[in-house]
């Protein structure tokens, strides 16, 4: 194999190796409205679930369900947006749920 095209594969399984982080919302069964970053959506709203809740916060609110997320390229961008979004009001973040379901956001 050709030296240029072994690096152009490399390059090509970095890309299909990227994480691809997740900024999301939960509604909590008291209306509340809780905000995270994540990789698996899924497996961390199993987790806010579960008997042994990740945070003090779901913990006491449980069940939770999923009522809004966004694709981010990086950790960094993801928590960036997580920022963003706690420091809204609930009226500003009950606008934003009526946005589309899924929305990519980009460095």
Known sequence: MAKGAKEERKYSNENLNKTVWFVYMLRCVDNSLYTGVTTDVSRRVLEHNGAKSVTRYTRARQPVKVVYQET?????????REAQIK???KLQ???LLEEPLIKSIRT
């Open 72 to 80: 981010a390229e990086s950790r960094s961008t993801a928590c960036q």
């Open 87 to 89: 420091k809204l009001t």
């Open 93 to 95: 973040k009950e606008a």
